[in-house]
T-cell receptor, first 115, second 113 residues
Framework: SAVISQKPSRDICQRGTSLTIQCQVD?????MFWYRQQPGQSLTLIAT?????????ESGFVIDKFPISRPNLTFSTLTVSNMSPEDSSIYLC????????????FGPGTRLTVL | GNSVTQMEGPVTLSEEAFLTINCTYT??????LFWYVQYPGEGLQLLLK?????DKGSNKGFEATYRKETTSFHLEKGSVQVSDSAVYFC????????????FGSGTQLTVLP
């Protein structure tokens, strides 16, 4: 497995502002993903972060709201833009370590509260 | 599409009780199956996995067997501890190029001393 860190671990933000969440891995990984976990709910995939190209978004998520960057094989960011209270969630990144595996490892999550 | 149906919670047990959390799935092909655990205030940790029919995943006293005939992957533990209190998620990966995870709704387990 890999050591995955996320920053910030939690934040409280005002409506209408934006927050960028960072995900850092201690080794190169093939794939990185971003998930949202709304309060008391399961995880929903937001997008796959592609290295050097635009992210692939799932239905219901758009780039204007959740821009994602992945400049290299160990780092990605997710921005939650123009936030509203409905964006209050835990945001988690996950990684796949190699081409032949389908086991995802998760970061500790970023707990976001929007007032 | 793929889906995972998980036993509704919350589940409350006394210490040393037997645990079963049911999980069934719908998928095309032969997915890999996973159980993840989320302790309070933390991210998800991989608990165990199975990649093909009749495989048994095990870890920390937890077990689950990949049953293709019943499309199930039930989680069991013979004797739970207070420290097992957490939310448990069943998930599948379709092994396709996207290798995305589909999660069940999660089951909250509380173990009382």
């Amino acid at each position: 497995s890999a050591v995955i860190s996320q920053k910030p671990s939690r934040d409280i933000c005002q409506r209408g502002t934006s927050l960028t969440i960072q995900c850092q891995v201690d080794s190169q990984v093939t794939m990185m993903f971003w998930y949202r976990q709304q309060p008391g709910q399961s995880l929903t995939l937001i997008a796959t972060a592609n290295q050097g190209s635009e992210a692939t978004y799932e239905s219901g998520f758009v780039i204007d709201k959740f821009p994602i960057s992945r400049p290299n094989l160990t780092f990605s960011t997710l921005t939650v833009s123009n936030m509203s209270p409905e964006d209050s969630s835990i945001y988690l990144c996950s990684v796949l370590m190699g081409q032949g595996t389908d086991t995802q490892y998760f970061g500790p999550g970023t707990r976001l509260t929007v007032l | 599409g793929n889906s995972v149906t998980q036993m509704e919670g919350p589940v409350t047990l006394s210490e040393e009780a037997f645990l079963t959390i049911n999980c069934t799935y719908t998928a095309t092909g032969y997915p890999s199956l996973f159980w993840y655990v989320q302790y309070p205030g933390e991210g998800l940790q991989l608990l165990l996995k199975a990649t093909k029919a009749d495989d048994k995943g095990s870890n920390k006293g937890f077990e689950a067997t990949y049953r293709k005939e019943t499309t199930s992957f039930h989680l069991e533990k013979g004797s739970v501890q207070v420290s097992d209190s957490a939310v448990y998620f069943c998930a599948l990966s379709d092994k396709g190029s996207a290798r995305q995870l589909t999660f069940g709704s999660g089951t909250q387990l509380t173990v009382l001393p």
